[in-house]
């Protein structure tokens, strides 16, 4: 196996020094992962070849550049596990290769430079800061990309009323919300840089209250659902893990999906946890969890096993302690 890597990693019997760490990170993986790898997808071997024949250490935007995508992200994957890559934030790497194609999709070139600027020094700068802290969620991804599209309808729909940006008024705001309603939060934040940069006037959009669709569970419901995920024995612990921190601590499920073992501490009485920093900004990659056959997981995954719960001893009921004084001061005899 490591012959078979070493071959696909080398031009005419060699290897550039620039793959060496690419080569060791690779033959951390599993042998047998590793094997199937190489020898049942071709898109991993074309992948390495690719390495091979490229120049300079393989970077995140060298991956980039290769296809097929799928592969790629599963290459790049076990190339930061092994140290071969830093982490870094992938949803954000996507959304920052797909915008320059949408801006394109704007018709005025004025406009669409007013959007460039818009997106590289309020949005991405927003997103990156985020990121900084923790990673993208799927939901700040997709509504960042939502919010994008509206506002180019909106610059598209100037541009078929022959008006540029900078002579937008709020007739026409008003005009253009009238035949879509729900896009004015969508653009409000567009419209407010714009004003502030100076490049149309002051525009307004009125921003609706948002009807709550949600459930709520009420109090006793809620314990009542506490109380079986700590004492029913038939519940996975994983499960019993991730419901009890939902429940008691209001995580959501993209955070605790990125906990390790990492963010827990064990104390004589106790096991606590530790928000601890993204894996995106401490070099933790999250893992998919893979279960044991006692229903934990494995250390390091993406969930972690709590130290049990005693269940509680049973509270005396107010009529046991009379019973039993009776039972003690009965006459003999009786």
């Given at each position: 196996?490591?012959?078979?890597?070493?071959?696909?990693?080398?031009?005419?019997?060699?290897?550039?020094?620039?793959?060496?760490?690419?080569?060791?990170?690779?033959?951390?993986?599993?042998?047998?992962?590793?094997?199937?790898?190489?020898?049942?997808?071709?898109?991993?071997?074309?992948?390495?070849?690719?390495?091979?024949?490229?120049?300079?250490?393989?970077?995140?935007?060298?991956?980039?550049?290769?296809?097929p995508?799928?592969?790629?992200?599963?290459?790049?994957?076990?190339?930061?596990?092994?140290g071969?890559?830093?982490?870094?934030?992938?949803?954000?790497?996507?959304?920052?290769?797909?915008?320059?194609?949408?801006?394109?999709?704007?018709?005025?070139?004025?406009?669409?430079?007013?959007?460039?600027?818009?997106?590289?020094?309020?949005?991405?700068?927003?997103?990156?800061?985020?990121?900084?802290?923790?990673?993208?969620?799927?939901?700040?991804?997709?509504?960042?990309?939502?919010?994008?599209?509206?506002?180019?309808?909106?610059?598209?729909?100037?541009?078929?009323?022959?008006?540029?940006?900078?002579?937008?008024?709020?007739?026409?705001?008003?005009?253009?919300?009238?035949e879509?309603?729900?896009?004015?939060?969508?653009?409000?934040?567009?419209?407010?840089?714009?004003?502030?940069?100076g490049?149309?006037?002051?525009?307004?959009?009125?921003?609706?209250?948002?009807?709550?669709?949600?459930?709520?569970?009420?109090?006793?419901?809620?314990?009542?659902?506490?109380?079986?995920?700590?004492?029913?024995?038939?519940?996975?612990?994983?499960?019993?893990?991730?419901?009890?921190?939902?429940?008691?601590?209001?995580?959501?499920?993209?955070?605790?999906?990125?906990l390790?073992t990492?963010?827990?501490?064990?104390?004589?009485?106790?096991?606590?946890?530790?928000?601890?920093?993204?894996?995106?900004?401490?070099?933790?990659?999250?893992?998919?969890?893979?279960?044991?056959r006692?229903?934990?997981?494995?250390?390091?995954?993406?969930?972690?096993?709590?130290r049990?719960?005693?269940?509680?001893?049973?509270?005396?009921?107010?009529?046991?302690?009379?019973t039993?004084?009776?039972?003690?001061?009965?006459?003999?005899?009786?």
């Amino acid at each position: 196996m490591r012959h078979r890597l070493h071959e696909m990693l080398s031009v005419d019997g060699g290897m550039r020094p620039d793959l060496e760490p690419v080569f060791h990170a690779l033959l951390q993986q599993q042998p047998v992962s590793l094997l199937a790898w190489l020898t049942r997808r071709p898109g991993g071997a074309t992948v390495l070849r690719a390495l091979a024949a490229g120049h300079g250490p393989v970077t995140h935007d060298t991956l980039d550049r290769l296809r097929p995508t799928k592969v790629v992200e599963n290459h790049r994957m076990h190339l930061v596990v092994g140290g071969a890559l830093p982490p870094r934030d992938e949803r954000l790497s996507t959304f920052e290769r797909w915008l320059p194609g949408k801006i394109a999709q704007v018709d005025v070139p004025e406009s669409r430079k007013v959007l460039h600027a818009y997106t590289t020094w309020h949005l991405l700068r927003r997103l990156r800061t985020v990121s900084r802290r923790r990673r993208l969620t799927h939901g700040q991804v997709h509504g960042a990309r939502a919010y994008l599209t509206q506002v180019i309808q909106l610059l598209n729909w100037l541009s078929s009323q022959n008006i540029p940006l900078s002579a937008c008024s709020q007739d026409l705001i008003d005009a253009w919300l009238d035949e879509n309603p729900a896009r004015g939060p969508r653009v409000q934040g567009f419209l407010v840089w714009t004003s502030c940069k100076g490049h149309t006037r002051q525009l307004a959009v009125p921003l609706g209250t948002p009807a709550f669709t949600g459930q709520l569970i009420a109090q006793d419901a809620r314990w009542s659902l506490v109380s079986r995920l700590i004492h029913d024995e038939e519940i996975p612990i994983v499960d019993k893990t991730t419901g009890l921190l939902a429940l008691l601590f209001a995580q959501q499920p993209h955070r605790i999906a990125e906990l390790t073992t990492d963010d827990v501490h064990l104390t004589t009485d106790a096991a606590r946890q530790h928000p601890g920093p993204d894996a995106s900004t401490s070099g933790r990659t999250p893992a998919r969890p893979s279960r044991r056959r006692d229903g934990g997981l494995h250390r390091g995954r993406a969930l972690v096993v709590p130290r049990p719960i005693p269940r509680p001893a049973p509270q005396p009921q107010p009529g046991d302690a009379q019973t039993a004084r009776s039972r003690h001061s009965a006459p003999d005899g009786t």
